[in-house]
């Protein structure tokens, strides 16, 4: 049973203060070339607490490892359509203790597996329907089962045709809640488009608060406590987010006279929350906006690493370094 959270959303517009200027990150190093040169579409960059790194590679459907010290590398999870392999995989994610999560669509069927360090599997469901992708950037599914969050213990997945921005699973499939009412697009009466400007990325802050990013359409996000109940909603805005809202179209037209969906192209290229629950948000233009708890922007951020980086993935690793694709590299965050 799907329960929405329903409260009275405060809304507050998130600026563009003079005082915040643009701040450069330069990588403090990548994966050596030699391990790098191995993957053919690296989508995710994370690493678990004992210090093990994992690469997603989504055109190689594949899961790899690289120890610490970043000189080896191994196939952990490879393809197939079978249970305990991959076959066009759209989300990973990685928990502190190693354990890992894999979205894949065997026969256009969206299935979420659940695997152990080295590779076993230890769960996995099936989600009802079709994959039907809402959002997609350089031909890559970016929304629903595109976008998970996973705690070690459920799954957080941006599902909008439910009737809520966030949904959980538990690792046998069973919806534990769903929340977060859906924002007004303006579009109701195109339901497809209206679901796809619903879209987003969950987060789960280190405190247990929630953060969704609305990852198409005017840029903005929201807070939920722990319950799941709304604290506030921010529109990002400044001067760097003024091409990208000039460029936002009116209409999406259909792709086919057989109903095909309207592909929406998004705003938002990636999200995280760090260490002190600061929200780190990457447009599809060249930077990034951080956030602190509050809501309020506090930094803008270039990434450069052999050349500028737009972010495909972001993920915190424990001890605060940020990792980043593509090029897998890994930056300081002071």
Do not use: C
Not at 66 to 87: F, K, L, M, N, Y
Not at 251 to 278: F, Y
Not at 284 to 306: K, L
Not at 318 to 324: E, N
């Amino acid at each position: 049973m799907i329960r929405l959270v329903s409260t009275v959303a405060v809304l507050f517009i998130a600026t563009g203060a003079t005082a915040i200027g643009p701040d450069t990150l330069t990588a403090a190093r990548a994966i050596p070339d030699a391990i790098a040169g191995r993957f053919r579409e690296a989508r995710g960059f994370q690493q678990s607490a004992s210090g093990q790194y994992y690469v997603f590679d989504r055109r190689g459907h594949t899961v790899y490892g690289i120890d610490e010290a970043q000189t080896s590398v191994w196939p952990i999870v490879q393809i197939g359509a079978e249970p305990g392999r991959v076959i066009e995989p759209t989300a990973f994610a990685v928990a502190a203790d190693g354990s890992f999560v894999v979205a894949d669509a065997p026969g256009n069927r969206g299935r979420i597996q659940v695997f152990s360090p080295v590779g076993f599997r230890i769960g996995g469901f099936m989600l009802p329907g079709a994959a039907r992708p809402r959002i997609t950037f350089e031909n890559v599914v970016l929304n629903g089962i595109g976008s998970l969050q996973y705690t070690g213990s459920s799954i957080l997945m941006s599902q909008p045709e439910t009737g809520a921005l966030v949904t959980e699973y538990d690792l046998s499939g069973q919806t534990s809640r769903a929340f977060g009412a859906l924002r007004s697009t303006g579009h109701e009466s195109d339901r497809d488009v209206h679901l796809a400007l619903n879209s987003g990325i969950p987060l789960v802050t280190p405190s247990g608060e929630f953060y969704f990013v609305f990852q198409a359409g005017a840029p903005a996000f929201q807070k939920l406590d722990a319950q799941g109940r709304l604290q506030f909603e921010r529109r990002m805005q400044g001067r760097e987010v003024d091409q990208v809202l000039a460029a936002l179209p009116g209409s999406w037209p259909r792709q086919s006279a057989n109903g095909e969906l309207p592909l929406v192209a998004p705003t938002i290229r990636a999200a995280a929350v760090d260490r002190d629950g600061h929200l780190w948000v990457s447009f599809v233009a060249p930077f990034t906006y951080v956030f602190d708890a509050d809501g309020d922007r506090i930094r803008t951020v270039h990434f450069r690493g052999v050349g500028a980086v737009l972010p495909g993935s972001l993920f915190f690793t424990l001890r605060g370094r940020l990792l980043v694709t593509p090029g897998l590299y890994e930056f300081p965050t002071s």
